[in-house]
T-cell receptor, first 116, second 115 residues
């Protein structure tokens, strides 16, 4: 079964509003979570690395004030897209690691965000 | 700079035929290598990984991959393709860790298996 749960799977919002996406590790403690963005027919772009109890590390070119990341517990990280605009429409995917040594990163099923 | 290359945007193969999806990487040191598969509007599913040891790695759904250090390649293979294998495949590398570090992804290869 799924070890990383991402919610919602899809969301439609109006321009100017904020949207929160949750990423949960279901049966393990994820010390690190990663947020990716995927454009149509393109690869995954790492947005930020989320570490429990500390500030997220953002990749170059990603606006930290627009994409707020909170990793308040070892099982939950959230990505909030603030003041969303149509160009923020994309597929957002989280991943989590740190389960056991032999286990690679596990990915959520992604969230399709559409900003109208 | 560290990078992963998947030279083919799309691979077409007839059902029952062998398939190969190519991947080369440019990473210093001894990287950890992965293959993931993505179905439409879904996240990524782990297929297999290479950490150390035998160069031929076997993974889920009958897939395998061969690590070639001299050619810095990690091609994904399957002896007999199924229509249900049609999906988007990503090669990825992690420079330092296989369970806690970020992954560097290739651009993806769309596999289309025809009946």
């Amino acid at each position: 079964g799924a070890v990383v749960s991402q919610h919602p799977s899809w969301v439609i919002c109006k321009s100017g509003t904020s949207v929160k996406i949750e990423c949960r590790s279901l049966d393990f403690q994820a010390t690190t979570m990663f947020w990716y963005r995927q454009f149509p027919k393109q690869s995954l772009m790492l947005m930020a690395t989320s570490n429990e109890g500390s500030k997220a590390t953002y990749e170059q070119g990603v606006e930290k004030d627009k994409f707020l990341i909170n990793h308040a517990s070892l099982t939950l990280s959230t990505l909030t897209v603030t003041s969303a605009h149509p160009e923020d429409s994309s597929f957002y995917i989280c991943s989590a690691g740190g389960r056991v040594e032999s286990s690679p990163l596990h990915f959520g099923n992604g969230t399709r965000l559409t900003v109208t | 700079a560290q990078s992963v290359a998947q030279p083919e945007d799309q691979v077409n193969v007839a059902e029952g035929n062998p398939l190969t999806v190519k991947c080369t990487y440019s990473v210093s040191g001894n990287p950890y290598l992965f293959w993931y598969v993505q179905y439409p509007n879904r996240g990524l599913q782990f297929l297999l990984k290479y950490i150390t040891g035998d160069n031929l790695v076997k993974g889920s759904y009958g897939f395998e991959a061969e690590f070639n250090k001299s050619q810095t390649s990690f091609h994904l293979k399957k002896p007999s393709a199924l229509v249900s294998d049609s999906a988007l495949y990503f090669c990825a590398v992690s420079p330092r860790s296989y369970n806690t570090d970020k992954l560097i992804f290739g651009t993806g290869t769309r596999l289309q298996v025809f009946p």
